[in-house]
């Protein structure tokens, strides 16, 4: 449906115009060819009248016509051929396409805005755009804007092209002009020679065609007179002479050729036949390559086919000739799957060189605007002066013939009136009539001259005489059931209705439905079916009645004229889309059916077009099985039309979308992509790599990797685990690693923090910062880690895949410090490796890891990938094939079908939210992990673990090797390890002996240093060390431990292997423990500094013993050697190992002490064994004696107690490293372990100096190293396992346990107790258990903890004899001892005055101290007093001399209270009479 520049009624007054035929001699031929004109085209452009006409109708009424055209052909005595008239009409909508350059109309239907594009076919395929979809409302759909020239072409010769027939005048002749040049001898002879001849023409039965309105036509004469050439007196002459013999009505003298040919063109003159003659070309279009692209030169010619020249008989007989059939008719490949250019007809040479010919001719080229005007006054007398009073004569005279034959009323309107009126017959309908189309007329009948009278005044514009004279011929022919005549009858009827001024009645629709159905399907004529359904289509749409024009167009398709339909079927579709609610869904289905039959008449590019209309509505809706149809349509008719990167888009569509095709419907859109791409690439084998589509790339899941691939364990050689491609991505891990990194840097320079510390990244990924520029080492391979998808059923199978990079080379240790620029070649500066083959299977996700190794500094950039994109030719593995192709065995063979290409990696970096104009703008990061920077050589470390337990009982100590190599060209020094479990592990301290090199050598020696011990008696063998020999002293990090490496350098290609003792962890279960190794280049470097590798450790710990230790002060306040103060340690050994760990039995084999005040001194052991066994599940339990240390408190001092016949010097590595190192994880723990230790005695949380003072007096400070032996069966040998265990005893009386704190509280309180405790967070579970510091309440200790102030002891004898009978009173002497064991003075009193309770008096009895009864005394600090009292007994017995009341309160203080001192264990003495 286009958007004319004329109405629907300017459209069918120029459908049907009066005829002129014109009959010219050689002579006047020749003078309009000096014009590259024949005499009726010289005329054509002057053929519309400007100006109004009037005539009178038979009632003698005026009658005005309006713009008013005629049409002037040449006589052609032969009809048009079937053939000749497709082949005409097909080439004029091939020539006519979408001209490019022109603006692009945009509809808005409902949701969608559908561009109708007046571009070329590559400006509307739809990837090429982005359609919108706006959801404006259905009443914004004005009226179609869009064009379709080449349906109005098409309209407008298939009307012109109308053979003549008998059952109606419209394409008759009217008139004939002869025309004689005044250049030839006896004009008025030639005159009469084509006189004779229009006569012969008209009246012989020699000739059947063309046809005349009426036997007496009407002759204009024209005498044509040459300005330039000819002699203007005797063509007056002879233009009198022809007045005087034809009338001055009857002829004319046109004067042409102003200008001579050979004058120069400096006037440009307007050439108004190029719109007539070249309209087909202006449109500047390529020539196509299915058909022959031929211009038509009177393509819009009036009536006949624009074919003819002077020579119309040969002429017209030699086209028959060569259209039998339709030279465009589509030819079917046999196998649809591959393009071999078989289904397409070669252009004819003859129609491109008259296309060559008629486009660079210049028209009128002897003509000035002078002859213009001439030519249009001659058009106009002729109209006026001869045809339109010709024409009104005609009129009356049918009228008259009329109404004498019929014997009626004097005028046709009364008599039509009365038909009207009278009583009607009812008419039968179509189907019920005989199949009389042959029922001929003879020429005079009344109905053929009323159907000649309504043509007439059809003709000239009387629409209402016309349908008048049309309502009663249908009547008459329906009475006499002439069918092909009452439907032409009907059709011009309701034509005449649709266009009579003011619309007096409505268009009779139904007359044109009768009128279809009769052409069609009575008399077979589907010329006449097919032009009555374009003229009543385009009166539906004037009226907006889309719908019905869209039903009638449909209802003419066909099977046997794919261009008919194809048009047909076009327009109903823009009937569809231009309701008034639009039916788009409708629209893209007609579009698809009409490319459907373009393809089929031919017309490839009009196909293309309607797929890509239709491909607007069906894209993005999910219809992907519609869309994959449509795309591949697209794709071969681009292909078709050589438009080979259209092509390419369009099965590129159909690949990147989720098909839901089946795998061999995948396949062959794979093979025909590939096919159009092969071809493509042919085309510029030189040129850069296009992009592909497949497979997906993930370009934000690419990971890149700095280093060697990870060595293979070796036996019982293990490497580090460092970095692998392999382990997925842990940002806890990832934050632990930073932490470790972070923490050996600022050990190695210094204890210095670095500000803004970034850590060494040796695999980038989606997750890491990739902000920075990633560093690679020269000589050290890149790995790019590229996420390959196979979106299709069908395996894709790439080959010679490989990375682009671009390099820019730099020299980063130039001496003025900066970077410099080299040129290299290229394959010296990088070197890539290439995958062979790489299949991946349908619908998988697999990873391609492709290196580079770079060979020279400077700065890389990492583009994207190569490769071969092919398939395979099925699942078969081929065996033995030729190495040469470069396929081995095991293989997939290829099908031959691949193309080169790339795909770009790229990636976008995160969304930057930091600022405010981040947040409310869409900005990005950058991300460089594919842009490294290649720095100069480094050293590379490679650890290996030597007979690296898997397993270990939790605390036992096992020794294994590790080996450093020096894999690289560079000396490396500071070796240094750090890990967050730094009593897992151990070097040795500074003082470590030296140990065998080969892990062999020492495998069935112990773990620890040891002697030989004779000793008889369990007593303590004490050393002392500093905790700065095992890295534990003040200002170190005990998780940095520094490789005691010879000379603290490895050189190139050296390796050196160390000891390692290993303590499995206190908690059962697998436990991770990470080590970093750090180490520097000799030399320092610019960009980088230091390197690490990573080494992961997963051990697998189960149970062994729990030790559980308390520690109370003695009673005596001084042992045998008066060494002062003394404690004992209770210390409980459970065995709670399981069967599982094939344990036997454990040995505890020594107990030593560790403390800067306190040491263990001896045994307290009942039994006579020595040795201390423990099988499953029994405990054992051991009294310690431990006193107060007298050195240096900077040193601690190891004590150890030896319980079997070797003593393992505990001072010494590996019992001193693990013990400090343990301990400084307690220290860790110290906010946690002090709230637990409140939360197991009473009291407050904050106290002032003197409180402190109190608590002190309880603290102890003493560690616990309890060492052990296993005895494991495993593999019928028997192994001894060693191990040791820590206890750190905080305060007396408190229990401490050698397992972590939380294992201890679930002992206590039970696994349920300790679960709902767990649950509570630190604050709510532990701080909120007191006040807070706030408090204005004076803090307090408690009162066992200042009961720890004075410690007392009485000596006495324990028997004591006394004589009765000689001295009733015995008075024995009492010694008192205070001990202080505060750090400040104590103020004592000690109130002798208590007397002893009822159930004391009945055991023991009753007695009297003598003497004061209170003493008051002050004690220094660490200060033991003296205090001599009596007491005095009156008989014999046993009594308990514990009863003085020692009440206590620091000097300096007075808001304490004194509290009671109450001794431990009662103090009984016996009094026995002599």
């Known amino acids: 449906m286009a958007q004319r520049v004329q109405s629907a009624q300017e459209f069918l007054q120029d459908s049907f115009v009066p005829l002129v035929a014109a009959l010219c001699s050689e002579e006047a031929e020749r003078l309009t060819r000096k014009n590259n004109l024949g005499f009726c085209e010289l005329v054509k452009p002057f053929c519309r009248l400007t100006s109004e006409v009037h005539m009178r109708d038979p009632n003698n009424q005026l009658h005005i016509i309006k713009n008013l055209k005629i049409a002037v052909n040449n006589i052609i005595t032969q009809p048009p051929q079937p053939g000749a008239i497709r082949k005409l009409l097909s080439d004029v909508v091939t020539v006519s396409q979408p001209a490019e350059g022109l603006v692009t109309n945009v509809i808005t239907a409902g949701d969608y805005d559908l561009n109708i594009s007046d571009r070329s076919v590559k400006a509307s395929v739809p990837w090429y755009s982005s359609w919108k979809d706006t959801l404006m409302g259905l009443n914004t759909s004005t009226c179609y804007s869009a064009t379709t020239p080449w349906f109005e072409a098409y309209r407008e010769s298939f009307l012109q092209s109308m053979p003549a027939s008998d059952h109606e005048f419209l394409n008759h002749y009217v008139a004939c002009m002869l025309v004689v040049s005044s250049n030839e001898p006896e004009p008025v002879e030639q005159f009469l020679k084509l006189s004779q001849e229009q006569h012969r023409i008209q009246h012989s039965n020699e000739y059947s065609y063309p046809k005349w309105f009426i036997p007496n036509t009407l002759k204009y004469y024209v005498l044509l007179h040459d300005v330039s050439v000819g002699e203007e007196q005797r063509a007056d002459s002879v233009y009198e002479e022809m007045k005087q013999r034809y009338g001055t009505q009857g002829c004319y003298l046109l004067k042409i050729n102003s200008r001579g040919s050979n004058r120069g063109t400096d006037e440009q003159i307007p050439d108004p036949w190029s719109q007539y003659l070249q309209k087909n070309i202006i449109q500047n279009q390529e020539p196509y390559e299915d058909g022959p692209c031929t211009e038509i030169p009177n393509k819009h010619s009036d009536h006949f086919i624009p074919l003819d020249g002077l020579n119309n008989d040969s002429k017209a007989d030699g086209l028959s000739n060569n259209f039998k059939t339709h030279p465009l008719q589509l030819e079917h490949t046999s196998n649809s799957g591959c ?8 252009p004819n040479p003859s129609f491109h060189e008259s296309k060559k010919s008629n486009t660079w001719t210049p028209h009128g080229i002897c003509l000035t605007l002078t002859d213009h005007d001439r030519i249009r006054q001659f058009i106009q007398e002729f109209t006026f002066r001869g045809l339109l009073p010709h024409i009104e004569k005609t009129i009356r005279q049918l009228n008259d013939q009329l109404i004498s034959r019929k014997g009626l009323s004097r005028s046709l309107f009364s008599a039509t009136k009365k038909w009207f009126s009278g009583s009607k017959v009812p008419e039968k309908s179509v189907n019920e009539l005989k199949s009389t189309s042959g029922l001929l007329y003879p020429p005079e009948a009344p109905e053929l001259q009323i159907r000649k009278m309504a043509d007439l005044c059809f003709l000239v514009q009387h629409y209402e005489l016309a349908y008048s004279c049309y309502h009663t011929a249908k009547k008459d022919f329906l009475n006499d059931q002439a069918m092909l005549y009452a439907a032409g ?24 439905d009768t009128a279809i159905q009769t052409y069609r399907d009575i008399c077979k004529n589907m010329l006449l079916a097919e032009r009555c359904v374009l003229l009543s289509a385009e009166i539906l749409k ?52 009409a490319g459907h039959r373009y393809s089929k008449a031919g017309q490839k590019k009009h196909a293309l077009r309607c797929y890509c209309q239709a491909m607007q509505v069906y894209k993005g809706k999910g219809w992907s099985l519609a869309e994959d149809h449509i795309n591949f349509t697209i794709g071969r008719q681009s292909f078709t039309l050589q438009q080979l990167d259209n092509a390419i888009s369009a099965f590129r569509h159909i690949l990147i979308n989720d098909s839901k095709q089946t795998a061999a419907q995948q396949g062959a859109f794979l093979r025909e992509y590939l096919y159009v791409y092969r071809n493509v690439s042919q085309l510029s084998p030189d040129g850069p790599l296009p992009q592909l589509p497949l497979p997906y790339i993930n370009s934000s899941a690419t990971r890149v990797f700095f280093g060697h691939d990870r060595r293979p364990a070796e036996g019982e050689k293990q490497a580090a685990t460092h970095i692998s491609l392999d382990q997925e991505y842990d940002s806890d891990f990832s934050q632990q690693w930073k932490e470790l990194e972070e923490q050996v840097v600022s050990a190695a320079n210094k204890g210095t923090t670095i500000p803004n510390f970034q850590p060494t990244q040796y695999c980038l990924n989606k997750y890491s910062d990739n902000s920075r520029f990633p560093l690679g080492v020269v000589e050290e391979p890149i790995t790019v880690e590229v996420a390959f998808r196979n979106p299709l059923k069908v395996p894709l199978l790439l080959t010679d895949l490989s990375l682009l990079w671009k390099f820019q080379p730099k020299d980063f240790i130039s001496k003025n410090g900066q970077a410099k620029e080299l040129e290299t070649c ?61 396929l081995q065995t095991g293989k997939y063979l290829s099908n031959g079908m691949s193309v080169r290409g790339r795909q770009d990696l790229e990636i976008q970096g995160p969304r930057l939210n930091n600022t405010k104009e981040e947040k409310t703008a869409i900005k990005y990061g950058p991300d460089r992990r594919l842009d490294p920077i290649i720095t100069e050589e480094m050293p590379l470390l490679e650890v290996f673990f030597i007979n690296f337990p898997t397993g270990l009982l939790c605390g036992e100590i096992r020794k294994t090797y590790v080996e450093f190599v020096n894999v690289s060209k560079c000396p490396l020094t500071g070796v240094k390890v750090v890990s967050k479990r730094p009593e897992f592990f151990t070097f040795g301290g500074s003082n470590a002996i030296l140990t065998p090199l080969s892990p062999s050598a020492s495998e069935h020696c112990s773990a620890y240093k040891t002697v030989v011990t004779h000793s008889t008696s369990v007593c303590s063998l004490v050393s002392s060390v500093a905790s700065s020999d095992f890295g534990g002293g003040s200002g170190n990090q005990p998780e940095v431990v520094d490789v005691p490496l010879p000379d603290s350098v490895l050189l190139p290609g050296a390796s050196v292997h160390l000891p390692m003792w ?17 180490y520097e280049s000799i030399r320092k470097h610019s960009k980088l500094c230091h390197r690490v590798l990573r080494h992961t450790a997963v051990i697998c710990t189960s149970r062994s013993l729990t030790v559980q230790a308390t520690v109370f002060r003695s009673n005596a306040l001084e042992d045998e050697k008066g060494e002062g103060d003394n404690m004992l340690v209770f210390v409980d050994v459970e065995n709670i190992n399981t069967s599982e760990a094939g344990v036997k039995e454990f040995h505890i084999v020594q107990v030593s002490s560790n403390s800067k005040n306190w040491k263990l001194k001896e045994s307290i052991n009942l039994s006579e064994d020595k040795d201390i066994k423990l099988a499953n599940r029994e405990k054992g339990k051991l009294c310690l004696k431990a006193v107060r240390c007298k050195h240096s408190a ?32 307690e220290l860790k723990r110290s906010p946690t372990q002090q709230n637990m230790n409140t939360l197991q005695g009473p009291g407050k949380q904050s106290l002032d100096d003197a409180g402190r003072l109190i608590l002190k007096c309880s603290e102890v400070d003493l560690n616990i190293i309890v060492l052990w032996k296993a005895y494991v069966v495993e593999d019928n040998k028997q192994l001894i396992l060693e191990g040791q265990h820590h206890v750190v005893l905080h305060a007396v009386g408190n229990e401490a346990f050698s397992f972590p704190q939380k294992q201890g509280f679930k002992k206590v309180l039970g696994n349920s107790d300790w679960e709902d405790l767990e649950q509570e967070s630190p604050e709510i579970g532990l701080l909120n258990f007191f006040r807070p510091d706030s408090t204005s309440v004076p803090a307090r200790p408690p009162s066992d903890q200042l009961s720890n102030l004075i410690k007392t002891r009485l000596h006495y004898p324990e028997t004591f004899d006394h004589s009765f009978h000689q001295e009733s009173l015995c008075i024995v002497p009492v010694t008192l001892l205070l001990s202080n064991c505060s750090q ?62 020692v009440f206590a309160k620091l000097s300096d203080q007075v808001t304490l209270f004194e509290t009671s001192q109450q001794n431990s264990m009662p103090a009984l003495i016996i009094i026995n009479n002599i």
């Open 542 to 593: 004037s009226q907006s009645k889309y719908s019905e024009a869209a039903s009638l167009l449909i209802r003419l398709t066909s099977e046997d004229l794919d261009l008919r339909s194809a048009l047909l079927l076009e327009q109903s579709a823009h009937c569809y889309i231009n309701m008034k609610s639009p039916m788009v869904r409708k629209f893209a289905f007609y579009m698809i059916l």
């Open 1194 to 1225: 900077e040193h601690f001092t190891f004590a150890d107690i030896v319980f079997g016949t070797e003593q393992i010097i505990s001072s010494t590595s590996p019992c001193a490293d693990f013990f400090f190192r343990s301990l400084h994880s």
């Open 1062 to 1078: 290993l303590r499995g962890p206190d908690e059962e279960g697998v436990h991770e423990i990470n080590f970093l190794f750090y």
């Open 1384 to 1445: 400040t003075d104590v103020d004592v009193i000690i109130d002798l005055r208590h007397k002893a309770s009822a159930e004391t008096l009945e055991i023991h009895g009753s007695f009297t101290w003598l003497g004061k009864t209170q003493y008051k005394l002050q004690v220094k600090s660490q200060e033991v007093c003296t205090l001599q009292l009596k007491a005095c007994f009156v008989r014999t017995g046993v009594y308990n001399l514990g009863t003085p009341r």
């Open 339 to 346: 393009f071999d250019g078989t289904d397409y007809v070669k």
């Open 489 to 512: 009858a009907l059709e011009m009827a309701a034509v005449s209705a649709f266009l009579q001024p003011g619309a007096p009645r409505p268009y009779p629709a139904h007359y044109m």
């Open 826 to 886: 290229g394959k010296d500066m990088i070197g890539a490796e290439v995958i062979s083959e790489f299949l991946i299977n349908s619908e998988e996700t697999k990873m391609a890891r492709l290196k580079l190794f770079p060979h020279q500094t400077g700065e890389l950039h990492i583009l994207g990938v190569a490769y071969n994109l092919g398939t395979i030719q099925g699942t078969t593995v081929l065996d033995g094939i030729d190495p040469s192709v470069g």
